[in-house]
């Protein structure tokens, strides 16, 4: 049983635990997910990110056999334009690292549809929601992202992006 606990004010950048816990709610172990200790997750680039304001548990979407994969907000990244913000996907390791060679940040990663345009300001990643098969695709693989001042409808009006994961997990 594990628990994914978002500190957005953590180091510099912001960062995830991962809580293990035995079968009475103890904590049993932890483990950080951040830009601090991961190399991987090198599209977070200004601090303070708030890497960590928004997790969303996908189960085991990119069919490793590890079902700690998550969707990571960090609504103050600058690395798109200023407070644009980013969601980072992570997949982890049965032992609860970070798997390296699983990262993929959105919208920077490429993908096969269309990207919402994120510019200065959006705070693009405020909220995540892991939906599964929104819109009847046939794949468990929706993913909703707020961004709390879209500007689409209206000046700060805010937004939410319905993103399907299958365009950025290879």
Avoid: C, K
Wanted: charged share 15%.
């Amino acid at each position: 049983r594990d628990l994914a606990v978002g500190t957005r004010f953590y180091g510099t950048y912001g960062a995830v635990f991962v809580l293990s816990l035995s079968t009475s709610g103890a904590v049993v172990s932890s483990s950080e997910v951040s830009p601090d200790v991961s190399t991987a997750i090198s599209a977070i680039t200004t601090a303070p990110a708030e890497f960590g304001i928004s997790v969303a548990a996908l189960g085991d979407i990119d069919g490793d056999g590890a079902a700690g994969d998550m969707a990571i907000g960090a609504t103050f990244d600058d690395s798109i334009a200023a407070d644009a913000g980013i969601v980072v996907i992570v997949s982890l390791l049965s032992s609860g690292a970070i798997n390296e060679s699983r990262v993929t940040a959105i919208p920077l990663s490429t993908a096969t549809t269309p990207l919402p345009t994120i510019v200065a300001d959006t705070l693009f990643g405020f909220s995540a929601a892991f939906v599964g098969d929104w819109g009847n695709t046939g794949l468990v693989n929706g993913l909703v992202v707020g961004a709390f001042h879209d500007d689409t409808a209206a000046t700060d009006a805010g937004a939410i992006y319905n993103l399907q994961l299958a365009d950025f997990i290879d």
